[in-house]
């Protein structure tokens, strides 16, 4: 327990005295882009195979699809990029959103692509899965580096 709670320490140390703002807001984009992909494949199948406390929501008939969320919150992201002061645009809220909102779109694509609801087609649906899996666990290891590197040094 003690290593755990040490180590959780260190990585918060780490990452707010060695890891720059933007080193910071990389690392948290891409963490929430990989946990709110994972989390969205994984509640889709819940819903697809009627398993779990997760329903489709629909608003007067109309299936209301999770990339609109992901555009909300880019579009929030977007107008605290060009009009919010410094202190807010580099707030970790920002780059969880950031991440958030561009996994809920990617992770629908297909459909925004093709203008058809072709989510649960077979056809490439595991290679898309398994693409953007494997981009954001490489997108988020790269951006965790910096974060890793200085955490060895200071274990040493």
């Not at 958030?100 to 459909?111: K, M, N, P, S, W």
Request: avoid cysteine; proline fraction near 3%.
């Amino acid at each position: 327990m003690a290593i755990t709670s040490s180590l959780g320490k260190d990585i918060r140390t780490v990452f707010h005295e060695e890891l720059d703002p933007r080193q910071r807001s990389a690392l948290l984009s891409w963490l929430a882009f990989t946990t709110t992909f994972g989390a969205v494949r994984g509640i889709t199948y819940s819903i697809k195979e009627g398993k779990g406390p997760f329903r489709n929501l629909s608003v007067g008939g109309a299936h209301l699809h999770h990339y609109m969320w992901g555009i909300g919150m880019l579009s929030g992201v977007g107008g605290i990029a060009v009009h919010g002061e410094d202190a807010r645009r580099r707030h970790p809220a920002v780059a969880l959103a950031y991440g958030t909102g561009l996994a809920l779109i990617v992770d629908e694509f297909a459909l925004l692509l093709d203008l058809k609801d072709v989510y649960w087609a077979k056809q490439g649906r595991i290679s898309v899965d398994l693409g953007v899996g494997a981009s954001s666990l490489a997108g988020t290891y790269f951006a965790a580096l910096p974060l890793l590197r200085a955490l060895r040094h200071r274990i040493r």
